[in-house]
């Protein structure tokens, strides 16, 4: 089994930044891609932002020059630093990561696992 663990969301005022970090655990062969996801009330979940496991990223538009993602390899951990954040960036975060796995008495596989979803609230 793999577990992704997230934290630092909460309230921040509008201008403000937060630092989200996301921890993988338990039978990891490895990680390929590792990504953050977001979902507001009453719309679909987004891809915010991803990175592969040599540090190529994506992010989705609204968050160019803003949000940076990076990871540590090492420690299976992925973090979303975010800048300069607006009330529409008002959501809850999900991480998600790419993992090979390998069971006991069974092959190798790769699984797409997801964190459990930390609140983040651009506010004043």
């Known amino acids: 089994q793999v577990q992704l663990v997230e934290s630092g969301g909460g309230l921040v005022q509008p201008g403000g930044s937060l630092r989200l970090s996301c921890a993988a655990s338990g039978s990891i062969v490895s990680i390929s891609t590792m990504g953050w996801y977001r979902q507001a009330p009453g719309k679909e979940r987004e891809l915010v932002a991803s990175i592969t496991r040599g540090g190529t990223t994506t992010y989705v538009d609204s968050v160019k020059g803003r949000f940076t993602i990076s990871r540590d390899n090492a420690e299976n951990t992925v973090y979303l630093h975010m800048n300069n954040l607006k009330p529409e960036d008002t959501a809850v975060y999900y991480c998600?990561?790419?993992?090979?796995?390998?069971?006991?008495?069974?092959?190798?596989?790769?699984?797409?696992?997801w964190g459990q979803g930390t609140q983040v609230t651009v506010s004043s």
């Open positions: 998600n990561a790419d993992v090979l796995t390998r069971p006991p008495t069974m092959p190798f596989q790769s699984i797409a696992y």
